[in-house]
């Protein structure tokens, strides 16, 4: 285990939110961090064991908090040769805040820019002022990740998932950007090291050469002078290459070489594939990082919520989110608090949702201020039921439970008969009304409305192919459809490596119909009888790009595969 695992584990361990959170997932990231040899070989792992003899010769005149200020600018490389020179240049370098801090708290950051040939590029204090920042500069989240190529303190949703996070190799950048090698050597450059990478547990032995992504996008349009005219060229490059080929081709056929033939290549002109999370190469320029907070000089390595451990892969409500100690405080006030490990609109500081029927006839809406009810009671419906003040008569659906100077007591401030969001895609003959229902999809929230409203659409664009469960109806209430009812698949379980060949043909009779489906995992496709049955909608759309959809079919053999509990879910709470 390397040093920087340990740090976090320990730090971990003294977590004050016991029972909301958990340090780490079950799978390990493999970043670069991962591979790095034991910390003993490290370049700036010497040990003084006497005391200097000579000095820094003129150096030595110049005031060791002013050459601390400049040294701290320097680049790694430069700082690091400069301590190798003598025992009183390591003390010094020694001495410097930023490197104290940074080889205490994040050594492996260190170990990691030098390991990748990287030290030119960047200096002790970048490094120190991205461990004192906790956000990723992306989305803002806590980012536990530091992306070497550009300095970027990243969270790992943003570093597995965006383009301008998956270094690039050369002969790839100078296809897509329009660029030349000679530019290619004024930008970042990494070497990687052989190890093992991402989660899928991917093996690299080579070293290769990786450019940074966005530095060449950028360098590009310098030189095309915009991105229409380089993507333009782009394009036209490939064309010509496409065109020569086709050419020689014929050429070699009319002269009747075949193994000429043979021996031509088609020239490559689209992206390689790139599975995200799964793509090895956007873990060779990632290493972990903890925050640094300037005013308690200690370490945050970050921490998982439980509310958003299982089944939960979208956000706000994401496995693979990291917190702080301070923007979990915000994320529980976004998302509810957490209760028998699931989020509940229930809130000690903000509002409260609640969804309730009265009568069993007529369905509200209510709101309640902070601090009415304790947490725990309005968790349990009946409890909080039997503590609601009395209802107003009346034809409304949305009251508001507050108290105020008049009465300290929770009295109903406001009630109203308003307008609600419905699910406006509806085309099914069948409405089956929610209180007629035994067991059912039921909406907890109306916030849900936009996300019932898209996969009922898809619903339509795939009726009557059996590619998902039936659609029986929709579901409303009072007239408005509030979701939909979905026949059940009895005696099925989710897709294994082994049932690749019937998820193929679900995925491809989704794609004729021109169809991404956009969260393809093993958990999304029921398998009985050897048949699979695709679900989970919600993020599908029309795509009438043939190479996305092709990209979408290459990454189910590898989705069969995964092991990171991505999408994670119960068969039954899907096919209700
Ligand atoms: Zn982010
Ligand atoms: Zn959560």
């Known amino acids: ?176 950007f329009g660029v030349n090698r000679s530019v290619l050597k004024t930008l970042p450059c990494m070497r990687s090291i052989p190890g093992t990478y991402s989660p899928n547990e991917k093996k690299s032995n080579e070293r290769l050469t990786l450019v940074d992504s966005e530095s060449v996008y950028r360098a590009g349009i310098t030189i095309h002078g915009s991105i229409s005219s380089m993507e333009q060229y782009v394009l036209d490059r490939s064309a010509q290459k496409l065109q020569d080929f086709d050419r020689r081709t014929s050429q070699a056929m009319a002269e009747g070489s075949g193994t000429i033939t043979r021996r031509l290549r088609r020239p490559r002109t689209e992206d390689p594939f790139d599975s995200r999370s799964g793509n090895p190469m956007r873990f060779m320029a990632v290493v972990r990082m903890p925050w640094l907070n300037r005013e308690s000089h200690k370490p945050e390595w970050g921490f998982h919520c439980i509310g958003c451990q299982k089944f939960h892969r979208s956000r706000p409500l994401h496995f693979r989110r990291k917190f702080t100690v301070a923007s979990f405080g915000e994320h529980l006030r976004q998302c509810g608090n957490v209760r028998n490990g699931k989020h509940c609109r229930v809130d000690s500081e903000g509002q409260s949702e609640f969804r309730i029927l009265v009568d069993r006839k007529f369905i509200k809406y209510l709101t309640i201020d902070p601090g009415l009810y304790d947490v725990s009671d309005m968790c349990f419906a009946p409890t909080l039921i039997s503590m609601l003040p009395p209802l107003p008569p009346g034809d409304w659906n949305k009251g508001h439970i507050s108290h105020d100077t008049s009465n300290v007591h929770p009295h109903f401030t406001r009630i109203a008969k308003l307008p609600l969001p419905a699910v406006t895609k509806v085309s099914h003959p069948l409405q089956i009304d929610y209180l007629e229902l035994r067991m059912g999809q039921k909406l907890r929230s109306n916030w849900e409305i936009p996300r019932l409203d898209a996969e009922t659409r898809v619903y339509q664009w795939i009726e009557n192919i059996q590619i998902g469960p039936k659609f029986l109806g929709h579901l409303s209430e009072r007239g408005r459809v509030i979701g939909f009812i979905i026949e059940r698949i009895n005696d099925c379980r989710h897709a294994t490596p082994e049932d690749l060949s019937p998820c193929q043909q679900a995925l491809s009779r989704l794609h004729e119909l021109g169809i991404k489906h956009g969260d393809l995992n093993k958990h999304n496709f029921l398998i009985r009888n050897g048949k699979a049955t695709l679900i989970d909608f919600e993020n599908s759309t029309r795509c009438n790009d043939a190479k996305a959809l092709e990209e979408e079919s290459r990454t189910l053999q590898d989705e069969l595969r995964d092991t990171t509990g991505r999408g994670g879910r119960t068969a039954e709470s899907d096919a209700a």
């Open 1 to 176: 285990m390397n040093p920087g695992k340990q740090t976090e584990e320990e730090t971990l361990g003294k977590l004050p939110l016991e029972g909301l959170t958990y340090p780490c997932p079950r799978l390990s990231d493999f970043s670069l961090d991962d591979n790095l040899r034991p910390s003993g070989c490290s370049p700036g792992n010497v040990y003084i064991h006497k005391l200097p003899k000579v000095d820094l010769s003129t150096l030595g005149v110049i005031p060791l908090e002013l050459l601390q200020g400049v040294l701290s600018q320097l680049d790694l490389c430069t700082l690091m040769g400069f301590r190798r020179v003598n025992r009183r240049a390591i003390e010094v370098v020694e001495s410097i805040p930023q490197y104290k801090a940074i080889t205490k708290y994040a050594r492996n950051v260190l170990r990691g820019i030098l390991s990748i040939q990287l030290g030119q590029w960047i200096s002790c204090e970048t490094v120190y002022e991205k461990l004192c920042t906790a956000e990723c500069e992306e989305c803002g989240d806590f980012g536990g990740y530091f992306y070497i190529l550009t300095c970027k303190r990243v969270c790992f949703l943003c570093f597995s998932e965006e383009d301008k996070y998956l270094p690039l190799r050369h002969g790839h950048a100078i296809r897509k």
